[in-house]
C-alpha cells in the first residue's frame, strides 16, 4: 500500500531530477556553441586571407605577417567556452551530490525541515503513540460534544459533530492497520505505518480545524452561568444514583459468581471519587463566576463535565451489566435445550458415518455442555460466560457442516452470542475511556477492532467470535496498564485529582482540562494549570 504522501513525494523527487537535468544539458549546449562559434569565424578568416594573397603579393606578405596575430586570436576565443563546459561540470557534480544527500532525508508532512528517515523500529513506536493521543482527542471531543448539544441541541452542532465522525473513521482506519500490522508482518510494513501517521493526522487536523469554533459556540468564558447550572443539575442527579447503583452491585456480588460482576469492580468507588472532583470543581467554577473571572470558570467548569461525564460512565456501567447479566439468566435454558438438540443430531450422524471432522466437534461440545450444566447445577454462576460457552458449543457444531443446521438455529445462535460479546465490548470501552492516560495503543488496537467487527452490518458467528476474543485480549491488555500505571490517587494531590488525571480529564498533574480539539489544541491547553 503507497501512501499519499509517498506517491507526492516521488513526483516531487522526479521533478526536480528532471529540472536537474535540464539545466546540465541547457550549459552543454551552450558550451558546443562557444567552441563551434570561434572555429567558424576562424574559418572565414582563412577564406579571405588567401583571396587577398591572390590579388596583391604585397598584401599576402603583410597578411602572412598578421597570420600569428590572426591565430592568437582564435585560441583566446577559446577561453570562454572552456570554462563554461568547466562549470557545467562542476553544476552537474553538485546536483548528483545534491540528490545523493536528498536520498538520505526526507520533509516532514507538517513541517518544511528536514531529517533523518526514521527506521521501521522508530517508527513504529511513534504510531503507537499518535494512535493512542489520537484516540485520547476524540473520546474527549465526543465528551465534550455531548455536553455542547445538551445545551444548544442538534442543529448548531452539526459541523463539529461531521467533524468527529471524520475523525472517529480515520482513527478506525488507522486502528485497522495497526491490528494487521499486528496479526502479521507485511511486506510494506512502512507503508502502513506511514498511513497511519496520516489518518492520525488528518483526524488531528479536522478536530483542531473546528476546536476554535466550538469555544465560540459554547462561549464559555463569557457565558458559564447556563451551562454550569445544567453541569450542577446532572451531577445532583447522578450523585442520587450512586447509593442505588452501590446497592445493586452489592445484589450482583450475592446472586453471581464473582466473575461476573468483575468487569465493574471498583466502579462505585471510582465513580465516588469523580463525584468528589467534580463537586470541588463546580464550586470553584461558582466562586469563579462570581468574582467575574470567566477564564478560571470556564476551565473548571470544563474539568467538572468530564468528571461527571466518567462517573456516570462508570455508574451507568454498573446498571448497564446488572440488566445484561439478567437477560443472560432468562436466555441460558432456552439455549441449552437448542445447542442440546443439536448435539442429539450430531450423536445420530456420528452413529452412521463417523468421520471428517465431527467427532472431535461433538466432543468439544459436549465438554462445553457439561461444563455449563455442572456449574449452574451448583448453585451461583455467570450468566453471561455460561451462554457464551453454550453458545461456542453450538457454533462448533455449525461449523463441522456435517449436522446442517437450519438458518434459524444459526440466528439464535447468533442472538445468543450477541449479549455477551457486545457487553464485553462496552465493559472494556467504559475501562480504556475512565483509565485512558494509562492504558496503551495494544489494548485500543483489539478494542477498536472489536467495535468494527460487531459494527458490520448483519454480522455472522465468525465476527462475533472474534469480536469477543478481541474484546477479552483488550481488558487484560488495559487492566495489566492499569496495574503498571499504579494508584495515581495517592500523595497530595488534592482530592479525585489522581482520578481525573487518569481518566484523562486533567491533562497530567497540575496541567489544564482537556476539551474539545486535536493534538494542538490540546498542546495548547495543557499548561494552564486550573
Given at each position: 500500500m503507497t501512501s499519499p504522501q509517498s506517491r507526492n513525494r516521488s513526483r516531487r523527487a522526479t521533478s526536480h531530477i528532471a529540472v536537474r537535468v535540464?539545466?546540465?544539458?541547457?550549459?552543454?549546449?551552450?558550451?558546443?556553441?562557444w567552441l563551434v562559434l570561434p572555429l567558424a569565424g576562424a574559418g572565414d578568416a582563412v577564406t579571405a586571407a588567401r583571396s587577398v594573397r591572390v590579388a596583391d603579393?604585397?598584401?599576402?606578405a603583410h597578411e602572412a605577417e598578421g597570420a600569428p596575430s590572426q591565430d592568437g586570436t582564435a585560441t583566446g576565443d577559446l577561453v570562454l567556452p572552456l570554462v563554461a563546459v568547466g562549470a557545467a561540470v562542476v553544476l552537474a557534480a553538485y546536483g548528483y551530490a545534491r540528490r545523493k544527500r536528498r536520498s538520505r532525508t526526507r520533509t516532514t508532512p507538517g513541517g518544511g525541515t528536514r531529517h533523518a528517515v526514521p527506521s521501521v523500529r522508530e517508527l513504529d513506536r511513534q504510531t503507537r503513540q499518535l494512535?493512542?493521543?489520537?484516540?485520547?482527542?476524540?473520546r474527549t471531543s465526543a465528551e465534550e460534544l455531548g455536553c455542547?448539544?445538551?445545551?444548544?441541541?442538534?442543529?448548531?452542532?452539526?459541523?463539529?459533530?461531521?467533524a468527529l465522525a471524520y475523525a472517529k473513521s480515520e482513527l478506525a482506519a488507522a486502528f485497522r492497520l495497526r491490528q494487521r500490522l499486528d496479526e502479521a508482518a507485511p511486506e510494506d510494513g512502512r507503508g502502513m505505518l506511514e498511513e497511519i501517521v496520516l489518518r492520525c493526522t488528518e483526524a488531528g487536523r479536522r478536530l483542531d480545524s473546528e476546536a476554535a469554533g466550538f469555544d465560540l459556540l459554547r462561549a464559555l468564558e463569557r457565558n458559564a452561568a447556563t451551562p454550569l447550572e445544567m453541569a450542577e443539575t446532572r451531577f445532583r442527579e447522578l450523585?442520587?444514583?450512586t447509593p442505588a447503583t452501590e446497592a445493586t452491585l452489592g445484589d450482583l456480588h450475592k446472586r453471581y459468581a464473582p466473575s461476573a460482576s468483575l468487569p465493574v469492580a471498583g466502579h462505585v468507588e471510582q465513580a465516588k471519587d469523580r463525584l468528589v472532583f467534580a463537586t470541588v470543581h463546580l464550586n470553584q467554577a461558582r466562586q469563579s463566576l462570581d468574582r467575574g473571572d470567566g477564564g478560571k470558570a470556564a476551565a473548571y467548569l470544563r474539568t467538572a463535565e468530564g468528571a461527571v461525564d466518567q462517573a456516570a460512565a462508570l455508574v451507568d456501567g454498573v446498571e448497564r451489566l446488572a440488566a445484561e447479566l439478567a437477560s443472560a439468566a432468562e436466555r441460558l435454558p432456552a439455549a441449552l435445550a437448542g445447542v442440546e438438540?443439536?448435539?442429539a443430531e450430531a450423536h445420530r450422524l456420528l452413529a452412521t458415518a463417523g468421520v471428517g471432522r465431527l467427532p472431535g466437534r461433538v466432543a468439544h461440545a459436549e465438554s462445553l455442555l457439561a461444563d455449563v450444566r455442572r456449574e449452574t447445577a451448583a448453585g451461583a454462576y455467570d450468566p453471561l460466560d455460561a451462554l457464551r460457552r453454550v453458545a461456542e458449543a453450538g457454533t462448533t457444531l455449525a461449523e463441522a457442516g456435517d449436522v446442517g443446521l437450519s438458518d434459524e438455529r444459526v440466528r439464535a445462535l447468533l442472538g445468543h452470542f450477541l449479549l455477551p460479546a457486545r457487553s464485553a465490548v462496552e465493559g472494556?470501552?467504559?475501562?480504556?475511556?475512565?483509565?485512558?492516560?494509562?492504558?496503551?495503543?495494544e489494548a485500543r488496537t483489539r478494542q477498536a477492532e472489536a467495535e468494527r467487527l460487531l459494527a458490520v452490518p448483519s454480522p455472522g458467528l465468525y465476527e462475533v467470535q472474534r469480536a469477543d476474543g478481541l474484546t477479552r485480549q483488550a481488558r487484560e491488555l488495559a487492566e495489566r496498564d492499569v496495574r503498571a500505571y499504579g494508584n495515581p490517587a495517592g500523595g497530595d494531590e488534592g482530592v479525585g485529582v489522581g482520578g481525573a488525571v487518569l481518566g484523562g480529564i486533567l491533562l497530567g498533574h497540575g496541567g489544564g482540562p482537556a476539551s474539545f480539539g486535536g493534538p494542538r489544541t490540546r498542546a495548547r491547553r495543557a499548561t494552564p494549570a486550573v
Open positions: 535540464a539545466h546540465v544539458v541547457l550549459g552543454g549546449l551552450l558550451a558546443v556553441g603579393s604585397a598584401g599576402a494512535l493512542v493521543d489520537t484516540d485520547d482527542c476524540v455542547a448539544t445538551a445545551q444548544f441541541g442538534d442543529e448548531p452542532v452539526k459541523s463539529y459533530a461531521e450523585a442520587a444514583r438438540g443439536d448435539l472494556a470501552a467504559d475501562l480504556v475511556t475512565t483509565h485512558r492516560a494509562a492504558v496503551g495503543c
